[in-house]
């Protein structure tokens, strides 16, 4: 499980530098086009929105995978190891209920007809393409917390 959700990770991290690596171009590009050609591309704040979505749901994946989120963890520091154990694990139960609760609501939402026939007021775009950030990313967290979970089970700590 550890194996795949490397691989997970590996693709992520492509995909996210990728993401980052293309909105970057587009700022300049867009930047360039307003300010020396006077002749702004209309599609570029559309495009880099969508693009932010994105790397803002496979960096929050990634940043549960290696647990680099902002958190208070004083307390788990002073308590034995199988209390801080303990609390870890149910701390773990509790992200993945709550994701599973949201991925219901998402996939039911992106299948959703409403959402098939939603276009973009820009580029036209289908709007399930932006909004599959949220399900997929999401997705890719629940496997990275779940694997953390049977870590911190077997091992006691997360890597």
């Known amino acids: 499980m550890m194996k795949i959700s490397d691989g ?32 702004p591309l209309s599609w570029a704040g559309e495009v880099s929105i969508f693009l932010l979505i994105w790397i803002s749901f496979i960096g929050g994946s990634l940043g549960l995978k290696y647990k680099s989120q902002a958190s ?5 520091e002073y308590v034995p190891a199988n209390i ?10 509790c992200m993945l209920l709550f994701l599973f609760v949201i991925l219901y609501y998402t996939y039911t939402w992106i299948l959703s007809p409403n959402v098939a026939l ?36 077997r091992e006691g700590e997360v890597e």
């Open 8 to 39: 997970i990770a590996k693709v992520e991290k492509f995909l996210g530098a990728f993401l980052m690596l293309c909105m970057a171009v587009i700022i300049t590009l867009s930047v360039a086009f307003r300010y020396f050609l006077n002749s």
């Open 72 to 76: 208070v963890s004083i307390f788990l």
């Open 84 to 93: 801080n154990k303990a609390l870890t694990l149910i701390g773990h139960i």
């Open 118 to 153: 939603q276009k973009s007021s820009g580029i036209l775009l289908p709007m399930w393409i932006p909004y599959s950030a949220v399900p997929i990313g999401l997705t890719c967290a629940s496997f990275h917390i779940l694997t953390n979970f049977l870590v911190v089970f």
